[in-house]
C-alpha cells in the first residue's frame, strides 16, 4: 500500500480492505486484496477515500471523497465488498453503520436548524427517516456519535451540555 489505510477484513475473512495506491502512480481508491494471491479488486476510485467504515460483517464499506478532479464523484459512498452495488449519497453526511445492511446517517444541511437521522436500507435501497429535525437536542458534539450493534438505539454526546443521551428507534 502507498499512502493509504488498512480498513479491515472483508466478509469472508479471506480478503482485506484497504485504501490508497497499490503501486507508485497507480489508481487510488478502496480495495479488496485476497489473501490467496488472487486479483486485487478495485471497489471503488477515489484520489484519497476518507473516513472509511466497514459494516458490521464486513460485507460493505462506507468512505467519503473529498476534492476530486471530477466534483461529481465528492459525497459518501458505499460499495459491497464483493465489488457489487455501488451507491453515493447526495453531499455529505456523518455516517455510521447499525446492524449488517443498516447505514445510518445524519445529512448536513445549511439551511436546516436540527439534526434529522436517515436509514439506507442496502437490501432495498430505500432511505427512511428514523428522527426527524428535533431528535437530537442541544445537537450533537464533533460528531460523537455510534448505534448499538442491533441498530436499535442512538447515543450521542450534545453540544449543549456535553451529556450523553441515548435514543431509542421505532
Wanted: glycine share 16%.
Amino acid at each position: 500500500m502507498i499512502g493509504g489505510d488498512l480498513i479491515g477484513w472483508a466478509g469472508d475473512g479471506k480478503a482485506l480492505v484497504v485504501s490508497g495506491r497499490l503501486t507508485e502512480g497507480g489508481q487510488g481508491g478502496v480495495w479488496r486484496v485476497p489473501l490467496d494471491g488472487s486479483p486485487t479488486l478495485l471497489l471503488a476510485p477515489g484520489e484519497r477515500p476518507r473516513s472509511a467504515v466497514l459494516s458490521p460483517l464486513g460485507e460493505w464499506v462506507a468512505f467519503y471523497l473529498a476534492f476530486e478532479d471530477d466534483p461529481s464523484r465528492n459525497g459518501v459512498w458505499i460499495v459491497h465488498t464483493s465489488g457489487d452495488g455501488v451507491q453515493s449519497l447526495p453531499g455529505l453526511a456523518s455516517y455510521r453503520w447499525g446492524r449488517e445492511g443498516q447505514f445510518l446517517f445524519v445529512p448536513y444541511a445549511v439551511d436546516r436548524k436540527g439534526l434529522t437521522l436517515l436509514e439506507l436500507d442496502l437490501g432495498t435501497g430505500k432511505t427512511t427517516v428514523l428522527l426527524d429535525e428535533d431528535a437530537f437536542p442541544g445537537g450533537i458534539a464533533s460528531n460523537d456519535w455510534a448505534a448499538s450493534p442491533t441498530g436499535d438505539r442512538i447515543v450521542y454526546r450534545s453540544a449543549a451540555d456535553g451529556r450523553l443521551w441515548v435514543i431509542h428507534l421505532g
